[in-house]
Structures are given as structure tokens and as C-alpha cells.
């Protein structure tokens, strides 16, 4: 069994970056692909990201293409998510994600086994 344990987010301003991340526990991170979910106020968990096991396949929900960026470190046993030119709708709790069963990550929450403990991000003037 995997532990995530996530850490950044806080309070920014339109406009402004933002890099979550994701520290695994142990060296099977490298045997799983990666997810970002979020959850907005009084909406449901969405994806906005994932990443295959080696890093060379990524998906990007329509909303975040070219401002999101998911990476991750085999090496650190690490996951990120770099958010440029945050908005007022990127507002949410963020969750990291380890989907076990396939290689580039799945769209749906159920297609991952191991979750983070969500990490919230306000973006307000």
C-alpha cells in the first residue's frame, strides 16, 4: 500500500503560480500512473491531470491545458503540479492520486487506489 502525503496551496491572487506536490512512500510510485483531482466548492472531484508511470504520456483537462503542468521524479518518489496564470474558478481542494492498474492514469476517481489528503488552493483578488 502506497501513502501520498501532499503539500503547497494556500491563498494567491489571479494570475499568480502555484507547485502542489505529492511525496510517496515508498519506491512502487514508480509502478503507478499519477492523478490530479479537484474538488470545487459544492461541486464534484474532477480530474485536471495525470501522468503516466515513466512520465512520457500526460493528460490535461480542457480547463488547465497550457497553464498546468504535471510532472514527476521516479528518483524522489515525487509528483507535482506546476499552476501558472491561476483564476478565481482554478479555486479548489486538490487531490494527488495513484491509479495501480493502468499506464497513463485513469479519468475517473475510481480508476485510482491510493489518494492524498488534498491540499486547498484559493485564488482571489
Known amino acids: 500500500q502506497i501513502q501520498l502525503v501532499q503539500s503547497g496551496g494556500g491563498l494567491v491572487h489571479p494570475g499568480d503560480s502555484l507547485r502542489l506536490s505529492c511525496a510517496a512512500s515508498d519506491r512502487t510510485f514508480k509502478n503507478y500512473a499519477m492523478g490530479w483531482f479537484r474538488q470545487p466548492p459544492g461541486k464534484e472531484r474532477e480530474l485536471v491531470a495525470s501522468?503516466?508511470?515513466?512520465?512520457?504520456?500526460?493528460h490535461y483537462a480542457d480547463s488547465v491545458k497550457g497553464r498546468f503542468t504535471i510532472s514527476r521524479d521516479n528518483d524522489k518518489n515525487m509528483l507535482y503540479l506546476q499552476m501558472n496564470t491561476l483564476k478565481p474558478e482554478d479555486t479548489a481542494i486538490y487531490y494527488c492520486?495513484?491509479?495501480?492498474?493502468?499506464?497513463?492514469?485513469?479519468?475517473?476517481?475510481?480508476?485510482?487506489?491510493?489518494w492524498g489528503q488534498g491540499t486547498q488552493v484559493t485564488v482571489s483578488s
Open positions: 501522468i503516466s508511470w515513466g512520465g512520457g504520456s500526460t
Open positions: 492520486a495513484a491509479d495501480g492498474s493502468s499506464y497513463s492514469g485513469g479519468i475517473f476517481e475510481r480508476d485510482y487506489d491510493y
